[in-house]
């Protein structure tokens, strides 16, 4: 199975007519956040394939209309705090960055380790129903001391290696940190898990588990089906 995992920067590689040659074996888009509405849209719309994405601080993915209604990307999956099936895979969300001025989609902490214990209680559950662990955790900001900065902004939460240690996925897959130099890492292994900064894109490639059942309909709270 082929994931396209995107941050932070919109591409031409993925925003021309080419995407559907370039990228046609691609099963499912996962988007780490800070991308504008009108890319996500544009990918669903060309792709035909679910795309689940997280805000990132600068919240890009709103699209404020003239009545100032705040309206989400169409025909895409908000996961943040969710866990969510698709393609036989389990994965789950958190956006947002270190609060470093007044603003939505910013944490402290202590607010992000709540969070994190909320979406824990979800993936107990899925565990309990499923039998086993958590394939994807989709992030905007990074682990701490996993590919993070030293400036507040970009300081990484506590929480994701908690979250790591406890749910094993097989991949954490974040943004928020731009890779403009070749000797910054991008791949860390913590663990179980690899740790992937997926500015601006990356293409993954990862085997669903052979014995699953799709959860599309009736999904409890926080839980998500396939969206296509």
């Not at 039998?131 to 990074?142: E, K, Q, S």
């Not at 590919?147 to 897959?173: N, V």
């Amino acid at each position: 199975m082929k994931i396209l995992a995107i941050s932070d920067e919109v591409v031409p590689q993925i925003y021309s007519a080419g995407i559907k040659t370039r990228f046609a074996d691609v099963d499912l888009v996962l988007s780490c956040g800070d991308l504008p509405a009108y890319y996500l849209e544009y990918i669903v719309t060309m792709l035909n394939i679910p795309l689940y994405y997280v805000m990132g601080n600068h919240a890009e993915e709103i699209t404020i209309t003239s009545d100032g209604e705040r309206i989400g990307p169409g025909g895409c999956v908000d996961i943040d705090g969710k866990v969510a099936e698709c393609r036989g895979l389990l994965f789950a969300g958190l956006e947002g960055s270190m609060r470093y001025r007044s603003g939505p989609h910013q944490y402290t902490q202590a607010e992000m380790s709540r969070k994190a214990l909320r979406l824990s209680v979800r993936l107990l559950r899925k565990r309990l129903a499923k039998g086993r662990w958590l394939d994807i955790l989709v992030t905007h900001a990074a682990p701490l001391g996993i590919h993070d900065g030293s400036d507040l902004c970009h300081t990484g939460f506590r929480a994701f290696p908690k979250l790591m240690e406890r749910f094993r996925p097989q991949y954490l897959i974040h943004g928020h940190r731009h890779v403009y130099n070749r000797l910054q890492p991008t791949m860390t292994q913590y663990h179980d898990t690899m740790v992937i900064n997926a500015h601006p894109y990356r293409v993954l490639e990862i085997e669903a588990p052979t014995n699953h059942r799709e959860e599309i309909h009736s999904e409890p709270e926080g839980e998500l089906g396939c969206a296509r």
